[in-house]
């Protein structure tokens, strides 16, 4: 207890200090909540998120026995937005998430993955394959006339071919949603995964159904924080009961070190609507565990 407080760790994720964008892993916010729906508040949830990771710098991991600070690893900052315009501020996430080789993004909002998925899909030169968790399909083909809200990216992600609808799965989905946009997402080959089902299933063999999905080619990960149940992550824009327990997440990323995850984003944490702060330490928790696959990989 005589050590350095925890209130003085240094404010990158992770207390990581270095501000490198040409590093191996990349920790950047994207703070665009403008396509919200609801409860708007997202813009600062990656100050929420990286203030929360300070509960996780105090060892290494239990079961993986690695520090995901091992890695080449920096934190950059927030990317830049465009002020109010949701397509332009596509532009420039995409623009910024380009120059970084392995990005893990602390969102913002889900609007902010199709940006990502346009910047790593043209790198890798096609389309990957997905795991997408949360309680909302996010294949509305528009939210109330927006194209681009936050419950549209994957809609568009399908049609720009930056993701293999066969190879991407969708686990916790439970909202309501009309029946032209469910029949849409599987007609196109899309794995749903519900909330009652991820829960009856158990993590050990949803991780087994999500390697079966995603196969050996490359992947990415976009983990929705209301995937959780609201009694787990309060602090979000569009909560929805019956989500998944926290150690279910847990359980199923910790059993996904053999899929080849080139990036992710821990997006919806909405700080102003959180309590004693679990929501962020979830997202935060979750980013870690991504980051400890990548370190065993390594």
């Known amino acids: 207890m005589a050590g350095t407080p925890t209130f003085a760790t ?18 950047a916010g994207v703070p665009l909540d403008i396509g919200t729906t609801n409860r708007a508040g997202t813009r600062d949830g990656p100050a929420a998120i990286r203030r ?16 995901p600070r091992d890695l080449d690893i920096a934190d950059i900052g927030d990317f830049a937005i465009a002020l109010g315009d949701i397509p332009a501020s596509l532009a420039l996430i995409e623009q910024q998430a380009a120059q970084c080789r392995h990005l893990v993004a602390l969102g913002g909002e889900h609007g902010i ?28 083909a528009d939210n109330f006339g927006q194209a681009f809200a936050h419950g549209s990216p994957f809609y568009h992600a399908i049609n720009e071919g930056l993701v293999d609808p066969r190879r991407m799965i969708q686990i916790g989905i439970r909202s309501p949603v009309d029946c032209a946009t469910w029949d ?24 087994e159904r999500v390697r079966g999905v995603l196969g050996d080619a490359p992947a990415y990960l976009s ?3 209301d995937c959780l149940d609201p009694a787990f992550a309060p602090g979000t824009g569009t909560p929805e009961i019956g989500g998944l327990a926290s150690w279910q997440a847990q359980g199923l990323l910790r059993r996904l070190a053999a899929v080849d995850f080139r990036g992710m984003d821990i997006v919806e944490v909405s700080p102003a609507h959180d309590v004693a702060e679990i929501t962020a330490l979830a997202a935060a928790t979750l980013a870690w565990e991504y980051l400890a696959l990548q370190a065993l990989d390594r």
């Open 10 to 27: 240094p404010p990158g994720f992770l207390g990581i200090g270095r501000q490198d964008p040409g590093a191996g892993y990349v920790v």
């Open 52 to 67: 929360a990771s300070r509960m996780l710098v105090d060892g290494v991991h239990p079961e993986h026995w690695v520090d």
């Open 113 to 140: 993955t199709l940006a990502l998925l346009r910047a790593l899909s043209k790198r890798l030169g096609g389309p990957l394959g997905l795991l997408h968790c949360d309680a909302h399909v996010d294949t509305w």
């Open 184 to 207: 849409w997402t599987i007609g196109q080959g899309v794995t749903i995964v519900t909330g009652q089902q991820a829960q009856e299933l158990r993590p050990a063999a949803l991780a």
């Open 223 to 225: 983990f929705d924080i």
